[in-house]
């Protein structure tokens, strides 16, 4: 057995694991920062079906974040070498947990304890969730720790993070842009920023491994990919049926589906899909992984974050005093991390 | 989902931006939506019959002018055959101030009939009242949102919504008084600055017990549910700030309750916070020393004076020197870090010179000034009232606390009209007739201020797009010589108009008499040099426009000694929000943020390009978080020269920004003498941006 060693910062494991970690964590955000009480009045003028979608929405979204955090970058971080790569894995573990959280306290926000009682039944018992839950636990439960074994495991970890998640986000989104909801909306803004993060991650990690198979073993994960894909796209297709029938909006969610996946694909490195198809603009603005202009009033906007700490030293202030300004791309060295 | 808004999103959803789109989205919004669903009248009469019989126009308002002065006032507005620019202009305008019918189904007004109806309540005559409809149709000025909305209304709500309250004294009677005000003003839809720096510390003794008080933490709680429960009908929550001293004891804790990992049960969710800093502490940090952080009531007890009223720069050392005075002990520089931090998080606290502020306040006579609003525009003495309990009001002193009364010249519409003098004149007379019909008697140190000091705020906002509209560059040395000569004129002429008023009204606000108006003091930039262009390329901007010479302004000090001035203030350039999507323009004097806005509130996402955005203008919109800021600090000092209130400033930083650059900023704004920092905002960056310093 080796000797155990300490995680070295300064020096970087690859290319990316770092900046990653580090945008995590200044990215970090509570679901409690949100006022969603704002949003009460608003679920009440729902009609009965937009309630329902909405929270089945959320409900199965939950499921699958907690597939993720338990399961999903556990399997991961074990089998992933590499200190600050496991850090990195596991902080994005933390993050799954709390989007979970967060879809828990949308239920508890609007929902009486008997509604919400059904709505954690009804995830135990929905068929196409739990197809799609069981088959990507199967992949991360697999023995197979080869390079493909674990390409295998990181790309379905990808296909969650960059596909699978979005027929439930599809709704909020659609919402939101329409102005309502807009608070739930801003914690489904900053989960979208989150997993857009994590499934570039994953993805990176994962044209890691391929590039490491040689090219029979390439040629039968590209085939097993696309089995993998079809297989889960259909059931997509059919839980598509299921959420959304009753807000008429099943053809713009299965092309959302198809665009997503398309995504996907770029970010894996692999060929697209589907052909390219536009999508419901409102949708589309929504998922642009940037801040969004606010009220001054309303709703916490998804623009701040951890502000790094340097210190002023005694040259800046007497540049300033002197009628001058001191050079900020210039760093002061006595930098620490925000002590909160 | 609804057509428009599928096409305004077009704008922004493909490859390049398509500014296009949002034309068809305007179009179809008014063939879809707003003109089929307008109650149709065959007639003025009968429209005017029609609302007034249902109770949602004043009726009285009709019995002040003969029908054909209605009409002709009618007329003149429907005469410029006015078009809205973008499809976010007239869903603001027809989400959020044109009357509906009571189930909210169908429109009662149109564009023009609101700015008719308005110029009918705000004005005395008909002459009036057809100068104010041209300025306010041709958009060469807008009045706040209140006015605009409530104007001419059977059921009216209050004509201004932004309030500064510094009743809250430290004893139980005061603050319950304060709750009760702040629920009352923030039901109505107003936004309430808090002044709390005399109150006790956490841990201070009460009735002699030691440990026992709360301290501000305690208060600003209740504040933040009060502003939360008392939310208009559930339309919005209320809005309000707390001031607190940095000299304060409970100074650092308060700030941490802005921060977002704050448990829930510390966090001020609504309430923001601002921090007024003395002199003192500026030349604390300047040397990097420790400061002490005072604790009011032993304070109090040791000195007998209340904590807004010390002068630091006077009583610093000897307070600090007295063992009987409890305090703590903490480096300036950290405090200032602390701020940046906190800022960083939540984009709070505001920041209020209090020196800057002073040095220049025009009215030291009647008080200095103590702390400013929720946007940090409004800069006036404040005096404390004094509350008693139940059956004992008698007893009860009234101080002063400040109603603020806004509006904002449009900088490029003021500009094309030829003629600053004109706008800035009408101008003054709708705030001066709004300020006369303002009375919450429900706060009497509010109404005590109206009355007897007429407060008013003329700012301007659209400074960036009409830059980019001359090709001029934000923060330039042309566009900064624009500033300084546009709000020069806006001032005399703003300054003229409140004379004459005084002159022929013979209202003169209290406290003129011993103030720095009256001894000329506050005007003698203008009478050592001419603020008249320099250069031929700003000069030709100001082509026909009367600029005031040093002339003009010895004339005008002359004739204010001699009639005094109805208004203790004239100006405050307030950040402007719908207001500026409905008159076109980019917000108040800050850069634009984005070139297309996408924007969300609890209508939908809306996408605004910028006004006159092309690929021919595009260079010269650049983003405020892409500037270095000292651009925008130089902006607003230029124009803090001739605004005897404050200016609105928000800083904007990119994500990578560290503490450092933040302080280095509040340093900077302070030695160029501007008084108040608004909040922070930073732009994270977005996952390409990300990937870039990646690959
Ligand atoms: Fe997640
Ligand atoms: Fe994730």
Redesign the interface.
């Known amino acids: 057995m080796s000797p155990f060693s300490a995680t070295n910062w300064s020096e970087p494991e690859d290319g990316f694991s770092t900046t990653f970690y580090e945008k995590y964590t200044s990215q970090l955000w509570f679901p409690e920062e949100i006022p969603l009480s704002n949003d009460a009045l608003v679920w009440k003028s729902l009609s009965d079906d937009e309630r329902w979608t909405y929270i089945h929405a959320s409900a199965g979204l939950n499921a699958l974040d907690t597939l993720q955090g338990e399961v999903g970058m556990p399997a991961l971080r074990s089998l992933i070498d590499g200190h600050i790569r496991k850090a990195t894995l596991q902080f994005q573990g933390v993050m799954e947990d709390i989007h979970a959280r967060s879809y828990s306290l949308m239920n508890k926000t609007f929902l009486s304890t008997s509604e919400e009682r059904e709505v954690f039944e009804w995830v135990r018992t929905q068929p196409q969730l739990q197809f799609k839950i069981s088959f990507i636990q199967g992949v991360f439960a697999d023995p197979d720790v080869s390079n493909l074994g674990l390409w295998k495991k990181l790309a379905v970890s990808c296909m969650l993070e960059t596909a699978l998640f979005y027929s439930g986000f599809f709704y909020p989104l659609y919402m939101a842009g329409q102005g309502r909801m807009v608070s739930a909306g801003e914690i489904f803004n900053l989960i979208i920023l989150d997993e857009a993060l994590h499934g570039v991650y994953v993805a990176l990690l994962a044209q890691e491994k391929f590039g490491l198979m040689n090219p029979a073993e390439q040629a039968y994960a590209r085939a097993w990919y696309a089995q993998t894909l079809q297989t889960l796209y259909q059931n997509e297709l059919a839980y598509t049926d299921v959420l959304y029938a009753g807000v008429n909006l099943i053809g713009e969610v299965k092309r959302f589906i198809r665009f997503n996946c398309n995504v996907l694909a770029d970010n894996l490195a692999l060929e697209r899909p589907f052909p390219d198809k536009e999508i419901n603009p409102v949708v589309q603005n929504g998922i642009e992984a940037r801040g969004t202009t606010h009220d001054f009033f309303s709703a916490k906007g998804s623009s701040y974050s951890k502000v790094r700490v340097e210190t002023l030293s005694d040259a800046d202030v007497e540049a300033i005093w002197a009628g001058g300004f001191p050079d900020l791309n210039v760093s002061n060295q006595v930098v620490r991390v925000s002590h909160d | 989902?609804?057509r428009w808004?599928?096409l305004n999103?077009?704008v922004?959803?493909g490859n390049v931006v398509q500014p296009q789109h949002d034309k068809d989205a305007l179009q179809v919004y008014f063939q879809e939506k707003v003109n089929p669903n307008t109650v149709f009248f065959h007639d003025l009469k009968e429209k005017i019959r029609y609302l007034t019989e249902h109770g949602i126009w004043d009726a009285s308002l009709f019995e002040r002018y003969a029908p054909e002065d209605v009409r002709a006032v009618f007329e003149r507005a429907y005469s410029y055959k006015f078009h809205f620019q973008s499809f976010m202009g007239a869903s603001k305008f027809y989400n959020e101030y044109a009357t509906m019918t009571p189930d909210r189904s169908r429109w009662l007004e149109r564009y023009e009939d609101r700015m008719a109806i308005t110029a009918l309540a705000r004005s005395e005559g008909v002459e009036e009242a057809l100068e104010l409809v041209h300025h306010l149709v041709t958009q060469t000025f807008t009045p706040a949102t209140p006015t605009l909305m409530n104007s001419g209304k059977a059921n009216t709500g209050r004509l201004v919504s932004c309030f500064l309250l510094q009743d809250c004294t430290d004893n139980l009677d005061s603050i319950t008084k304060t709750l009760s005000f702040v629920a009352e003003l923030s039901k109505g839809g107003g936004?309430i600055g808090v002044e709390v720096s005399n109150l006790r510390a956490r841990g201070e003794s009460l009735r002699g017990i030691q440990n026992v008080t709360k301290g501000v933490m305690g208060v600003a709680k209740m504040l933040d549910n009060m502003l939360r429960y008392a939310d208009q009908a559930?339309q919005?929550?209320g809005?309000g700030a707390i001031y607190l001293s940095v000299m304060h004891a409970d100074f650092l804790d308060v700030l941490?309750a802005k921060?977002?990992?704050s448990d829930?049960d510390s966090?001020l969710?609504?309430l923001s916070v601002g921090a007024t800093i003395p002199d003192m502490f500026m030349e604390k940090?300047?040397l990097?020393e420790d400061i002490f952080q005072f604790y009011p009531h032993s304070l109090w007890k040791e000195t007998g004076q209340e904590f807004s009223d010390i002068d630091w720069t006077r009583d610093y050392q000897a307070l600090a020197d007295n063992a009987n005075i409890c305090k703590k002990r903490v480096s300036a520089?950290r405090v200032?870090?602390e701020i940046?931090?906190t800022?960083?998080?939540?984009?709070y606290p505001y920041l209020l010179f209090e020196g800057n502020a002073n040095r220049v306040n025009p009215i030291a006579n009647v008080g200095s000034i103590k702390m400013s609003n929720l946007?940090s525009e409004i800069l006036q003495p404040t005096l404390p009232s004094y509350f008693h309990a139940y059956g004992q009001e008698a007893k009860d002193r009234i101080g002063l606390d400040v109603s603020c009364n806004l509006s904002s010249l449009v900088i490029e519409q003021t500009m094309h009209s030829g003629d600053i003098g004109r706008v800035v004149t009408a101008a003054i007379g709708l705030l001066d007739n709004v300020a006369r019909s303002t009375s919450v008697t429900e706060v009497p140190a509010v109404k005590r201020a109206n009355d007897e000091m007429r407060s008013i705020g003329l700012g301007a906002m659209g400074l960036h797009s009409f830059l980019a509209g001359q090709e001029l560059i934000y923060g330039s040395p042309e566009a900064l010589e624009f500033v300084d000569v546009f709000f020069a004129a806006v001032h005399y002429h703003a300054r003229r108009a409140s004379m004459q008023i005084a002159r022929d009204t013979g209202f003169v606000f209290s406290g003129f008499e011993g103030s720095r108006y009256q001894s000329g003091e506050h005007f003698a930039q203008y009478l050592e040099r001419d603020f008249t262009p320099q250069g031929a390329e700003i000069a030709a901007l100001f082509e026909g426009h009367a600029l005031p010479t040093r002339a003009d302004w010895q004339q005008l000090v002359s004739d204010i000694q001699q009639h005094g001035l109805a208004h203790s203030f004239v100006m405050a350039v307030a950040?402007t929000?719908s207001i500026s999507y409905v008159s076109h323009a980019s917000a108040s004097i800050m850069p634009i943020?984005?070139r297309v806005?996408?924007?969300?509130?609890?209508?939908?996402?809306t996408?605004y390009p910028m006004p006159h955005l092309s690929a021919d203008t595009e260079w010269y919109y650049e983003e405020a978080y892409d500037m270095d800021q000292?651009r925008v600090l130089d902006t607003v000092a230029a124009a803090q020269k001739h605004v005897d209130q404050g200016i609105s400033c928000t800083l904007f930083v990119p994500?990578?920004?560290?503490?450092?650059?933040?302080?280095?900023y509040y340093?900077?704004a302070y030695?160029l003498g501007i008084k108040t920092l608004y909040y922070t905002?930073?732009?994270?960056t977005?996952?390409e941006e990300?990937?870039s310093?990646?690959?």
Do not use: D, F
Not at chain 2, 681 to 684: A, E, I, N
């Open positions: 989902m609804e808004i599928e999103n077009k922004i959803a936004g559930g919005r929550p809005a941490s921060k977002i990992a829930e966090r969710k609504t940090a300047r990097g520089r200032l870090e940046a931090v800022q960083g998080e939540s984009g946007c950040p929000g943020t984005e806005e996408t924007r969300t509130s609890n209508k939908a996402r996408i000292r994500s990578t920004t560290s503490t450092r650059a933040l302080q280095a340093l900077y030695r905002r930073m732009r994270k977005n996952l990300c990937l310093c990646v690959v």
